[in-house]
């Protein structure tokens, strides 16, 4: 099975730089956000795609609405593909956490809870389940529609990594990372994106 990790869109948080807060007020997709998922759309058009599977929180939906009506395929709801339990942090300015925890990103893989983070490993189970499901159920060809730690944590899965090395990845808004699962996973390609997204890198003549 291939399996197709899309990041969602630009959201509202991902503007204001705060910490999404989804209990009290799930961020949306900007209009930025609505043109990379229908850029991201465009391109799994060109693909078999079997399904469409989201997380259920406002901004991933929204992206997988927008790409199934590109591709024609209806969008199914998985709560393992949410984003990650961000306990305290939720709703706080990701910079006035890195100035009072710069290293809060330990807790993903310590055994602290000074904040309530969601441990890695369980990240990383649930999304692999969620694969594993879609397999058993027949699906060839899957669009998986998550957030930035759910795909980092599979993809560092696939290539057996872990810790802060995993930072290392770079998952945008709305790109695309491609997996294939049978019984085991191989990564093909991280966040894909169209080449004008990458005009930042300043390698462009």
Same mark, same amino acid.
């Given at each position: 099975m291939l399996a197709y990790f899309v990041r969602h869109g630009e959201s509202e948080t991902n503007v204001s730089g705060d910490f999404p807060d989804d209990d009290l007020k799930s961020p949306?997709?900007?209009?930025?956000?609505k043109e990379q998922a229908a850029e991201a759309g465009e391109m799994l058009s060109k693909v078999d795609i079997n399904a469409i599977i989201s997380s259920p929180m406002p901004r991933t939906l929204e992206t997988a609405e927008i790409i199934s009506k590109k591709t024609g395929i209806s969008v199914l709801v998985d709560n393992r593909l949410r984003e990650v339990e961000l306990g305290t942090l939720k709703g706080r300015s990701t910079a006035e956490v890195l100035k009072s925890d710069?290293?809060? &990103? /330990? =807790?993903? &893989?310590?055994? /602290?809870?000074r904040?309530?983070?969601e441990k890695y490993w369980k990240i990383q189970d649930r999304m692999i389940l969620t694969v594993k499901d879609a397999y058993q159920k027949g699906f060839k060809s899957v669009v998986f529609v998550s957030?930035? =730690?759910? #795909?980092?944590?599979?993809i560092a899965f696939? #290539?057996?990594i872990g810790?802060?090395?995993v930072r290392k990845i770079k998952i945008y808004n709305a790109s695309i990372s491609i997996l294939k699962y049978e019984t085991s996973f191989e990564l093909y390609a991280v966040n894909i994106r169209p080449l004008k997204d990458y005009s930042f890198l300043n390698i462009w003549h």
């Amino acid at each position: 099975m291939l399996a197709y990790f899309v990041r969602h869109g630009e959201s509202e948080t991902n503007v204001s730089g705060d910490f999404p807060d989804d209990d009290l007020k799930s961020p949306h997709l900007t209009l930025r956000g609505k043109e990379q998922a229908a850029e991201a759309g465009e391109m799994l058009s060109k693909v078999d795609i079997n399904a469409i599977i989201s997380s259920p929180m406002p901004r991933t939906l929204e992206t997988a609405e927008i790409i199934s009506k590109k591709t024609g395929i209806s969008v199914l709801v998985d709560n393992r593909l949410r984003e990650v339990e961000l306990g305290t942090l939720k709703g706080r300015s990701t910079a006035e956490v890195l100035k009072s925890d710069p290293e809060w &990103f /330990n =807790e993903y &893989f310590d055994e /602290n809870y000074r904040h309530g983070i969601e441990k890695y490993w369980k990240i990383q189970d649930r999304m692999i389940l969620t694969v594993k499901d879609a397999y058993q159920k027949g699906f060839k060809s899957v669009v998986f529609v998550s957030h930035l =730690e759910p #795909i980092r944590s599979i993809i560092a899965f696939s #290539i057996g990594i872990g810790g802060q090395t995993v930072r290392k990845i770079k998952i945008y808004n709305a790109s695309i990372s491609i997996l294939k699962y049978e019984t085991s996973f191989e990564l093909y390609a991280v966040n894909i994106r169209p080449l004008k997204d990458y005009s930042f890198l300043n390698i462009w003549h």
